[in-house]
């Protein structure tokens, strides 16, 4: 909603035939999908657990502090491998077309306390359908956070690098109450719905779950080891989620991303949903292995524009997607991982603080924000 | 405490220690063919049989429960990356010492799975089993005489038969285009030269297809066989009616390879099994849309594909995506995205 829509120099004909071309690259992967992208992601969800297996190995002697070392970095990087490139990709059918049943969104669990289900629903299908409209992507902020200068300013956002900076380290905590919606659930008597209830149930033995392997059983299983071995897992979970909040940050939170109005979305034609999404992501440039600790959502454009294509082939998707975008003219955000979080947070820092009150252009806009 | 519940008690234990995975999830990446996995087997070589026929030796994981000669095998191979289910006959005798079994696949024109596995598995595949099945077998108490009746890779279950019990009388009628194309043909001669089989080969090429009334000329005295035919439908359907026709229609045992055919159409007849709804749609409303326009209760989401969150299983036909064309075709475990999906001809969605 920023003063001038970076889009406005094209035609609707532009938009469409931009929409066209864009079919036509996802087409093309999905014919040449095969034998080599399923022995990728295969081999990395087999090398994920040898790494989880030894570097838990290595921890039942952790309080040998080079054992300590080893063990935390193996499990952190297992950890983040199986949230980033494995699970948010298996969950979002990614891998679905393979027709194995231990490799599909419909069966894959992940180490994380948000249960698989809930977080496909609040993530494949809210964020993904509404990526960047106020009010209905709660992604956007994820209701904790004012991120664009047309919401409204409240005192409570006078803390928000602070609440930022907690939904970091207890990320997938975060992501749980997200995927409940806490805030809304918590008030008055939704907190009785059955349908609620079941699901706050089924957080309730994830999370038993998770801490009982984290902080109880793996140590009591290193014996004398048990105290560095809980300082252990407790740093890999910590590094794991400042980890990933991290990259989710950039995927629209840097400067130079848009978001959109809840009125801007009715009726939207393929191709403008295609624009919204090109508009409304940032990437993250860097080497490979950037690329594959993010589960490539380094390419985030590209990841929203087709999330359901294998993540080993945005790499190659990117090249396709950064020509449309010179050829429209239209602004490709991205760069190195510090100066993308620091963007973001700098927005954050920024946005805590009212601003001047925008020029509001639609008399219903105030409460729509509001509603938000 | 029993050993029953401490073993369970362990199991819980180790559970807890893997979890969200299953203990089993790392044990299958050592041990793939261990007793309790899901049933698996290794292709540990192909032999080519003909131009476009081979046999596949598979160790079977742990858990098999062994066949009964002339039964299948349901098998689930990656082929370009998607499992993709198939049965075929097992050919390996049930004593085999070593433990291997075998299936002997004819490659079919366009068929993924066949070509896959004449032309490219190689050895150390691992490959989906089910348990063997079938009916179509040997009695227990051995019959005085027997007529094998086959034609093509119908000869495959025969041949798991063949190796399995000698009988004293044994007659066999394959068909097949020509010389080259018989499959086992070498051992089969082995078996004549040893006189422990008589065999009469029809080649179709030269000689046309048989006619199920040369029989009377081929094997005078078939009526007193005990008869065990496989091949084609056109073959089994005249067998039928000749068998019948004479009266010891009992004295047949066939064998129908899974016709396998879905000619994917223009839309067509949907049922939403689970609701007992059937409608008419067309090629290009997703089914979706149709199931709820019919009252049925749909899972949905995005409505534009990306979210997954409308996959229903598809029992049988076929239906094309919207985006791309392509078209999927009912196998078990099959599951499709019902709001890009339409229907292409009758099809039968779980709902
Ligand atoms: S409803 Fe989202 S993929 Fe079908």
Same mark, same amino acid.
């Given at each position: 909603?920023?003063?001038?829509?970076?889009?406005?120099?094209?035609?609707?004909?532009?938009?469409?035939?931009?929409?066209?071309?864009?079919?036509?690259?996802?087409?093309?992967?999905?014919?040449?999908?095969?034998?080599?992208?399923?022995?990728?992601?295969?081999?990395?969800?087999?090398?994920?657990?040898?790494?989880?297996?030894?570097?838990?190995?290595?921890?039942?002697?952790?309080?040998?502090?080079?054992?300590?070392?080893?063990?935390?970095?193996?499990?952190?990087?297992?950890?983040?491998?199986?949230?980033?490139?494995?699970?948010?990709?298996?969950?979002?059918?990614?891998?679905?077309?393979?027709?194995?049943?231990?490799?599909?969104?419909?069966?894959?669990?992940?180490?994380?306390?948000?249960?698989?289900?809930?977080?496909?629903?609040?993530?494949?299908?809210?964020?993904?359908?509404?990526?960047?409209?106020?009010?209905?992507?709660?992604?956007?902020?994820?209701?904790?956070?004012?991120?664009?200068?047309?919401?409204?300013?409240?005192?409570?956002?006078?803390?928000?690098?602070?609440?930022?900076?907690?939904?970091?380290?207890?990320?997938?905590?975060?992501?749980?109450?997200?995927?409940?919606?806490?805030?809304?659930?918590?008030?008055?008597?939704?907190?009785?719905?059955?349908?609620?209830?079941?699901?706050?149930?089924?957080?309730?033995?994830?999370?038993?779950?998770?801490?009982?392997?984290?902080?109880?059983?793996?140590?009591?299983?290193?014996?004398?080891?048990?105290?560095?071995?809980?300082?252990?897992?407790?740093?890999?979970?910590?590094?794991?989620?400042?980890?990933?909040?991290?990259?989710?940050?950039?995927?629209?939170?840097?400067?130079?991303?848009?978001?959109?109005?809840?009125?801007?979305?009715?009726?939207?034609?393929?191709?403008?949903?295609?624009?919204?999404?090109?508009?409304?992501?940032?990437?993250?440039?860097?080497?490979?292995?950037?690329?594959?600790?993010?589960?490539?959502?380094?390419?985030?454009?590209?990841?929203?524009?087709?999330?359901?294509?294998?993540?080993?082939?945005?790499?190659?998707?990117?090249?396709?997607?950064?020509?449309?975008?010179?050829?429209?003219?239209?602004?490709?955000?991205?760069?190195?991982?510090?100066?993308?979080?620091?963007?973001?947070?700098?927005?954050?820092?920024?946005?805590?603080?009212?601003?001047?009150?925008?020029?509001?252009?639609?008399?219903?806009?105030?409460?729509?924000?509001?509603?938000? | 405490?029993?050993?029953?519940?401490?073993?369970?008690?362990?199991?819980?234990?180790?559970?807890?220690?893997?979890?969200?995975?299953?203990?089993?999830?790392?044990?299958?990446?050592?041990?793939?063919?261990?007793?309790?996995?899901?049933?698996?087997?290794?292709?540990?070589?192909?032999?080519?049989?003909?131009?476009?026929?081979?046999?596949?030796?598979?160790?079977?994981?742990?858990?098999?429960?062994?066949?009964?000669?002339?039964?299948?095998?349901?098998?689930?191979?990656?082929?370009?990356?998607?499992?993709?289910?198939?049965?075929?006959?097992?050919?390996?005798?049930?004593?085999?010492?070593?433990?291997?079994?075998?299936?002997?696949?004819?490659?079919?024109?366009?068929?993924?799975?066949?070509?896959?596995?004449?032309?490219?598995?190689?050895?150390?595949?691992?490959?989906?089993?089910?348990?063997?099945?079938?009916?179509?077998?040997?009695?227990?108490?051995?019959?005085?005489?027997?007529?094998?009746?086959?034609?093509?890779?119908?000869?495959?279950?025969?041949?798991?038969?063949?190796?399995?019990?000698?009988?004293?009388?044994?007659?066999?009628?394959?068909?097949?285009?020509?010389?080259?194309?018989?499959?086992?043909?070498?051992?089969?001669?082995?078996?004549? !030269?040893?006189?422990? =089989? %008589?065999?009469? &080969?029809?080649?179709?090429?030269?000689? $046309? /297809? #048989?006619?199920?009334?040369?029989?009377?000329?081929?094997?005078?005295?078939?009526?007193?066989?005990?008869?065990?035919?496989?091949?084609?439908?056109?073959?089994?359907?005249?067998?039928?009616?000749?068998?019948?026709?004479?009266?010891?229609?009992?004295?047949?045992?066939?064998?129908?390879?899974?016709?396998?055919?879905?000619?994917?159409?223009?839309?067509?007849?949907?049922?939403?099994?689970?609701?007992?709804?059937?409608?008419?749609?067309?090629?290009?409303?997703?089914?979706?849309?149709?199931?709820?326009?019919?009252?049925?209760?749909?899972?949905?989401?995005?409505?534009?594909?990306?979210?997954?969150?409308?996959?229903?299983?598809?029992?049988?036909? !076929?239906?094309?995506? =919207? %985006?791309?064309? &392509?078209?999927?075709?009912?196998?078990? $475990? /099959? #599951?499709?995205?019902?709001?890009?999906?339409?229907?292409?001809?009758?099809?039968?969605?779980?709902?």
């Amino acid at each position: 909603m920023t003063a001038i829509d970076p889009t406005a120099h094209l035609t609707a004909e532009q938009i469409e035939e931009l929409g066209r071309e864009l079919d036509a690259i996802r087409d093309e992967v999905i014919a040449s999908r095969g034998e080599k992208d399923a022995a990728y992601i295969r081999k990395v969800i087999s090398a994920q657990r040898r790494l989880e297996l030894v570097s838990r190995g290595v921890l039942l002697f952790s309080f040998f502090p080079p054992a300590w070392l080893l063990g935390t970095a193996g499990l952190s990087v297992a950890k983040i491998m199986d949230n980033m490139e494995i699970g948010h990709n298996v969950l979002h059918g990614q891998w679905d077309w393979m027709r194995d049943p231990k490799i599909h969104s419909t069966t894959w669990e992940w180490d994380h306390v948000s249960p698989s289900d809930q977080w496909k629903h609040s993530h494949n299908e809210l964020h993904h359908t509404h990526t960047n409209v106020i009010g209905k992507d709660n992604d956007l902020g994820y209701g904790i956070m004012r991120v664009d200068e047309d919401q409204k300013w409240h005192p409570f956002h006078l803390g928000q690098p602070l609440w930022n900076f907690l939904n970091a380290c207890f990320f997938e905590y975060g992501i749980a109450a997200y995927d409940l919606e806490l805030g809304k659930n918590l008030h008055k008597r939704r907190r009785k719905n059955p349908e609620f209830r079941a699901r706050a149930k089924a957080v309730g033995r994830k999370i038993r779950k998770q801490v009982l392997k984290d902080y109880v059983i793996h140590p009591l299983l290193s014996g004398p080891s048990f105290l560095t071995t809980l300082a252990a897992t407790f740093t890999a979970n910590l590094v794991r989620n400042i980890w990933s909040h991290s990259v989710i940050m950039c995927g629209h939170f840097p400067e130079g991303v848009q978001v959109f109005e809840r009125r801007s979305i009715k009726g939207e034609t393929r191709g403008q949903w295609y624009l919204r999404q090109m508009m409304g992501s940032a990437n993250i440039s860097g080497s490979r292995a950037m690329h594959f600790m993010t589960g490539n959502l380094s390419h985030q454009i590209e990841h929203h524009l087709f999330p359901d294509l294998p993540s080993n082939r945005y790499a190659e998707v990117a090249v396709k997607v950064r020509a449309l975008f010179e050829k429209y003219e239209l602004e490709y955000v991205t760069g190195p991982l510090p100066k993308q979080v620091f963007s973001a947070w700098h927005k954050v820092f920024r946005l805590s603080l009212p601003n001047k009150k925008p020029k509001v252009d639609a008399p219903d806009r105030e409460q729509e924000l509001v509603a938000a | 405490m029993t050993s029953a519940t401490l073993r369970s008690g362990a199991w819980k234990l180790l559970e807890m220690i893997t979890t969200p995975l299953l203990p089993s999830d790392y044990l299958d990446l050592v041990s793939p063919l261990r007793a309790g996995a899901d049933l698996r087997g290794r292709i540990e070589a192909v032999h080519p049989e003909t131009g476009d026929a081979a046999t596949i030796v598979i160790r079977p994981g742990r858990g098999w429960r062994g066949h009964t000669a002339g039964q299948y095998v349901r098998i689930g191979v990656d082929v370009d990356g998607r499992r993709l289910w198939r049965a075929y006959s097992i050919t390996s005798p049930t004593n085999r010492q070593d433990g291997r079994v075998t299936i002997t696949v004819k490659a079919i024109p366009d068929g993924k799975v066949s070509n896959h596995l004449v032309r490219r598995a190689k050895p150390g595949t691992l490959v989906q089993l089910d348990q063997p099945t079938g009916d179509f077998v040997l009695p227990k108490a051995k019959p005085a005489k027997v007529l094998y009746l086959t034609a093509g890779s119908g000869i495959t279950p025969v041949m798991g038969m063949l190796r399995d019990i000698e009988f004293d009388d044994v007659v066999m009628v394959h068909c097949a285009p020509q010389p080259q194309d018989v499959i086992f043909r070498n051992e089969l001669h082995d078996l004549v !030269a040893a006189e422990k =089989l %008589r065999l009469t &080969e029809v080649h179709t090429d030269t000689d $046309g /297809v #048989l006619d199920i009334a040369r029989l009377d000329e081929l094997v005078p005295d078939w009526a007193e066989r005990e008869t065990w035919a496989c091949g084609p439908a056109g073959l089994l359907d005249a067998a039928e009616e000749f068998w019948s026709g004479h009266g010891v229609g009992e004295r047949l045992h066939t064998e129908r390879f899974r016709p396998g055919i879905v000619v994917a159409g223009d839309g067509g007849e949907v049922t939403f099994s689970a609701t007992g709804k059937t409608v008419e749609a067309d090629g290009a409303t997703p089914l979706l849309d149709v199931g709820e326009e019919a009252g049925v209760l749909m899972p949905s989401g995005c409505r534009m594909g990306i979210c997954f969150g409308c996959i229903t299983p598809l029992k049988a036909g !076929a239906v094309r995506d =919207l %985006r791309t064309g &392509e078209i999927t075709e009912a196998e078990p $475990g /099959v #599951l499709i995205q019902t709001c890009v999906s339409a229907a292409a001809g009758p099809c039968d969605i779980e709902r």
